[in-house]
């Protein structure tokens, strides 16, 4: 019963192509993020939806299109992807209500390898 | 600017040893701060949250303190045990923040606890 999934897990592919990554959550929460940790392992967010509307958008490449058809999935497209782009790609959700006193969950992280 | 910045970068410590693990953020402006835990391929698990208004957060051997006004937080592990070998990370969420919440990460403290 994991409360948020991400899949793949792992995701290798050459640059130049586009892919997605899913993540789900069965907290009940309505704010979900993506996170980006790179090869220092420096956790950034890119962006926040609550309720299937974007609330944050850092400055991402506009290649990153995050998608949300409900509350419940938070979903990452990413075009043309680049060598830069490889990364751990975190998902986390929280409850908006509570939201500056809501700890993040945090997914299992998809590992991307542009090559 | 909120930056987060944690001491040391890694540690290795004897099975038994109680440690300190220091963060600290220039903003002092918080709503709160939270600690994770994250192991090699894993997601992040939430330790502990601590609120502007708290002053320190307990849970089994784990103690988190925070001191606003200097812009400092310690996570205390008592009598360390070898599963508590993990990357350990404080975020620290904004006052002010018109949309999200924003999580402003460190770059974490690499814990080892040698049997």
């Known amino acids: 019963d994991t409360a948020v999934s991400q899949t793949p897990k792992y995701l290798v592919t050459q640059m130049g192509n586009d892919k997605s990554i899913k993540c789900e959550q069965n907290?009940?929460?309505?704010?979900m993020y993506w996170y980006k940790q790179d090869s220092k392992k420096f956790l950034k967010i890119m962006f926040s939806?609550?309720?299937?509307?974007?609330?944050i958008n850092e400055t991402v490449p506009n290649r990153f299109s995050p998608k949300s058809p409900d509350k419940a999935h938070l979903n990452l497209h990413i075009n043309s992807l680049e060598l830069g782009d490889s990364a751990v790609y975190f998902c986390?959700?929280?409850?908006?209500?509570?939201?500056?006193?809501?700890?993040?969950?945090f997914g299992n992280g998809t590992r991307l390898t542009v090559t | 600017k909120q930056e987060v910045t944690q001491i040391p970068a890694a540690l290795s410590v004897p099975e038994g040893e109680n440690l300190v693990l220091n963060c600290s953020f220039t903003?002092?402006?918080?709503?709160?701060l939270q600690w994770f835990r994250q192991d090699p391929g894993k997601g992040l698990t939430s330790l502990l949250l601590i609120q502007s208004s708290q002053r320190e957060q307990t849970s089994g051997r784990l103690n988190a303190s925070l001191d606003k006004s200097s812009g400092r937080s310690t996570l205390y592990i008592a009598a360390s045990q070898p599963g508590d070998s993990a990357t350990y990370l404080c975020?620290?969420?904004?006052?002010?923040?018109?949309?999200?919440?924003?999580?402003?990460f460190g770059e974490g403290t690499q814990l080892t606890v040698n049997p």
């Open positions: 986390a959700s929280s409850l908006w209500t509570a939201m500056y006193n809501s700890p993040l969950h």
């Open positions: 903003d002092s402006a918080i709503y709160n």
């Open positions: 939806y609550n309720n299937k509307e974007l609330i």
């Open positions: 907290l009940g929460h309505d704010t």
């Open positions: 975020a620290v969420r904004r006052v002010g923040e018109t949309s999200g919440s924003r999580l402003t």
